[in-house]
């Protein structure tokens, strides 16, 4: 037990070194991290002043993309909450990657401490997960980090479950699984496979002839309850972030699918040499021999999976045979190694990047596909009849084994697949299947001296052999320069974050950050998605041009009534960046920007007795129509889905477009008692009327007119109007979920309420 307890310290200690030396330079307060790092620190950011201000994150965002719902979870903003009140958020942000790199560290260490017996080792390999090339330059992703951080304990307790069973590993199984969907969904879609595999498998086993599931009833028993516990506790856990991405996605303006086609082209691996570029020395070989992608090969050596690691696991090849423990969980982290780098392809082979990147003639190519495609079939074959043959054979187990693997190399090497995107979980199997075989190595060594002294060399190898990814960590701009341009937006007045700012056309997560030192609201941005369904036919339209007149140029007056009802009332402009027509003006400038305002956008709430309504397909046409109703004092709105309500509001316009009446607009008074909720007082007169709310559009929002409940219109394209009759109305707005949604939002609360209350209880009981 002291023995135990003394690595758990040794392994502690010398992460918690690693970290204080490789993120020295991060640190420096100085020092905004590159990529996309500002993005996630601005979300940091409003997630604890949401959580400061309200006790809890808003379903709707007022001040994002002219308002839309939270529909993703943030659990990497949680779990950054404390250290963002304490410091500030780019600084908290820093100090959450630091922190999850070590807790992934340890969570490897342990595994191998518990499943090897080596926790030399478990040291070794938590370093190269945590501190290797591939992590050193994952500095851009907080939901990587968190994924890391998650993954090695998720294993842990799947391996718990199928092994010994019980609650508390179903628990904590179903939990960091639901954590890891909140995170990322993309992170989370291989951990099932990686479950039911370690149950397949089992690679704890020290004797082979264990009884397996497939072959006892009774252990099959246990262990579908095991797992349906498991996945009770899951569902209770994820159901509200499954259940908010099933039935609100729909409603954002997700990328269409040939930008997803073409974000994918940038996440698949690009070539196998890039996994030997250390320190980025093979960049000007890489730049002649690089497959045909769109994009050119800036590795910056962030695939290097590191010569060590390698070396290691080609040594370990003769020891693992003598070894069944190591070469089993050898065998299964190389079987996951492999299948992540296969999901990683995208649509291409290994073979064709190989053949692509060394320019081999299209013959030679094909000729190498067929026979390599022979062979993948061959041994397809030769591993079902295996895998068939086997079981009635006395060496079955060993046959099985073999079936298994040519299958395996069948599947993986030589068929093109569908891209999902996951470094993390291929970096967490090549460090395992590098702890494996140095397990196995250090076990040849009689003396155990001589065996901590090779593992010690191995470590400090490492340390050596990714010395020069520690390099990123300086990489990134001076936060100096971001603190300036911060100060253009800082005292805007914002009106409740109804006010917004806009960015020029491009992508830059630093502006967002920028932007979230604002109070007013942001209409364009680093998380272009969660905007609306319809604002970017809105906004992108007025201020990109769009698809409508490119010629044009952005900020094309002819659309400025779309900026106008949206209250997009300032610019944030690069230097270089064409300055917008009048009425626009220059207000202020520095580190390169300029900020740009309009003295005139629409009230938060107004009304209108004249209005149109859109009967045509959703195209350009819409943003044309919409521009001239708003010139012409007019709403132009859609259809609602009852007919009797749109027959209504077809019958009964006030006056027509072209003789708008002398007050065509009158003034309402609004109070936002919370984001989800808005209220209204108005005089509409003798004439029904629209009254137009500049928030976004979304079908859950209800309102009520003087008690009664009323329609919900899509007005101006991407925001909303509530149609009234003659005289004095007060409206409510309010957000309200389905039922569904709101059933799931109260699961996970009472599953974490419970969760919070039990794991102390029975932690007292455990150590009575």
Known sequence: MESRRAWHLAALLAFALAAAIHTRAWLDRDLMPAGDFPGYAAQVQYVRDALLEYGRVPRWCVECYGGATNFTANLKEYLAFPLAVAFDPVLATKLAFVLLRVVGALGLYALVARELAAPAVGIAAGYAYSYGAIANHQLE???????????????????????????????????????????????????????????????????????????DAALARRWALRGLAALAVFCAFAASSTVWLASDASHHALFPSDTIRKHRGWYVERSPFLF?????????????????????????????????????????????????????????????????????????????????????????????????????????????????????????AALEARGAQLLALALLLFFPTASLWNACARSFALSLWFAACLA???????????????????????????????????????????????????????????????????????????????????????????????????????????????????????????????????????????????????????GGMQLFETSEVSPFASGYHTWAVWNGARNSAEAISAAEALRSHALLVSPPGDRAAADALRADPA?????????????????????ERIQLALDAGDAPALVFVSDGYHPWWRAQVDGRPATVLRASIAQMAVPVGPGRHAVELRLVRPALVAAADWLTAAAWVGLALGAPIAWLRRSE
């Open 141 to 215: 992703h907080l939901d990587v980090a968190v994924a890391t951080a998650i993954l090695p304990w998720l294993w842990i307790a799947a391996i718990e479950l199928w092994r010994r069973g019980g609650a508390r590993f179903a628990i904590a199984l179903g939990v960091a699984m639901a954590c890891q969907l909140a995170n990322n969904w993309v992170h989370a879609a291989t951990a099932p496979l990686a479950v039911l595999g370690l149950a397949l498998v089992r690679p704890w086993r020290t004797d082979s002839g264990d009884r397996a599931p497939w072959r």
């Open 440 to 590: 196995a190595l250090a076990r040849r060594i009689a003396r155990p001296r001589l065996a901590h002294a090779l593992v010690a060399a191995v470590a400090i190898a490492l340390v050596v052999d990714y010395q020069p990814s520690r390099r990123s960590f300086a990489a990134g701009t001076s936060l100096a320069r971001a603190r300036e341009l911060a100060a253009l937006v800082a005292d805007l007045p914002a009106e409740g974050g109804t006010l917004r700012i806009a960015l020029g056309l491009g992508y830059d997560p630093l502006s967002s950050w920028v932007l979230a030192q604002s109070r007013a609201g942001h209409a364009s941005g680093w998380l272009s998605w969660q905007a609306g369904e319809r604002w970017r036919d809105s906004f992108a339209t007025a201020a990109y041009g769009g698809a409508l007149a490119p010629e044009a140029g952005d900020w094309n007056p002819h659309y400025a009534p779309l900026l106008w009802a949206a209250r997009v009332r300032y610019l944030l402009l690069e230097d270089d960046y064409r300055a917008p027509p009048a009425p626009w003006r220059r207000t202020r400038g520095a």
């Open 276 to 396: 030997a570029n250390r320190g980025d020395v093979l960049a000007p070989w890489l730049a002649e021999h690089q497959p045909p992608y769109d994009l050119p090969i800036q590795d910056g050596g962030k695939r290097y999976v590191g010569a060590v690691v390698v070396a290691v696991i080609l040594a370990g090849v003769g020891a693992l045979r003598r070894d069944p423990v190591p070469r089993r969980w050898a065998l299964f982290a190389a079987a996951a190694f492999l299948l992540q780098y296969w999901l990683a392809l995208g649509p291409r082979t290994l073979l064709w990047e190989v053949a692509t990147s060394l320019h081999w003639t299209p013959e030679s190519a094909a000729t190498a596909e067929w026979a390599l495609r022979g062979a993948a079939a061959l041994c397809a074959t030769a591993g079902v009849a295996l895998v068939t043959w086997s079981r009635r054979d006395a060496a079955r």
């Open 655 to 675: 006056r027509a477009l072209a003789r708008p009446p002398i007050d065509p607009t009158f003034a309402v008074d609004e109070e936002r008692p919370a984001p």
